[in-house]
T-cell receptor, first 114, second 114 residues
Framework: GAGVSQSPSNKVTEKGKDVELRCDPISGHTALYWYRQSLGQGLEFLIYFQGNSAPDKSGLPSDRFSAERTGGSVSTLTIQRTQQEDSAVYLC????????????FGPGTRLLVL | AQTVTQSQPEMSVQEAETVTLSCTYDTSESDYYLFWYKQPPSRQMILVIRQEAYKQQNATENRFSVNFQKAAKSFSLKISDSQLGDAAMYFCAYLNNAGNMLTFGGGTRLMVKP
């Protein structure tokens, strides 16, 4: 079946602009995760959605970052007033349920902030 | 908080030979899951193998096997009969008991020589 998909594949933006990154999880997966992969910080957890529960936002680095998940499926990660240090690959993953299930990753969105 | 350490930034192996990638972690939890993911240049994070901490038997998946030493908090990956397609970044990851986030090591770049 189809895996996790993310769009756009690459995004170049100017400092101060807002960006939206999209993730389509595997059909039937109730849990969805966002991670950030950057040269300086490695792979970092950002946010976790499980079903209709309130999301775990403990990994979001600042209040410029937000995410939502509509209808329990597609998720959008929004970065407001982008900064150069936001440049990274943003990876989305999904799992069948949140609890101790294997996470399957999408191809990521590479964000470059000029 | 959990930490994951991969002490080998780069490793090299001859095609058809065996190579072992190291990973250690620190946790106060007794129940958790460990993973090895492969990330080729395409950026797609691919699951290689998974180990449940409560299982004493080491996980195997075709040419890939792990040496899980719970007391030592060590989780190494052995790749047998290395192939050119095995060349990639390999990440060791810890999934906490709550199952809501993965903590990744810094990665090991594996090169396979023909």
């Amino acid at each position: 079946g189809a895996g996790v998909s993310q769009s756009p594949s690459n995004k170049v933006t100017e400092k101060g602009k807002d960006v939206e990154l999209r993730c389509d999880p595997i059909s039937g997966h109730t849990a969805l995760y966002w991670y950030r992969q950057s040269l300086g910080q490695g792979l970092e957890f950002l946010i976790y959605f499980q079903g209709n529960s309130a999301p775990d936002k403990s990994g979001l680095p600042s209040d410029r970052f937000s995410a939502e998940r509509t209808g329990g499926s597609v998720s959008t990660l929004t970065i407001q007033r982008t900064q150069q240090e936001d440049s990274a690959v943003y990876l989305c993953a999904s799992s069948l349920e949140g609890n101790q299930e294997t996470q399957y990753f999408g191809p990521g969105t590479r964000l470059l902030v000029l | 908080a959990q930490t994951v350490t991969q002490s080998q930034p780069e490793m090299s192996v001859q095609e058809a030979e065996t190579v072992t990638l190291s990973c250690t972690y620190d946790t106060s939890e007794s129940d958790y899951y460990l993973f090895w993911y492969k990330q080729p240049p395409s950026r797609q994070m691919i699951l290689v193998i998974r180990q449940e901490a409560y299982k004493q038997q080491n996980a195997t998946e075709n040419r890939f096997s792990v040496n899980f030493q719970k007391a030592a908090k060590s989780f190494s990956l052995k790749i047998s009969d290395s192939q050119l397609g095995d060349a990639a970044m390999y990440f060791c990851a810890y999934l906490n008991n709550a199952g809501n986030m993965l903590t990744f090591g810094g990665g090991t770049r594996l090169m396979v020589k023909p």
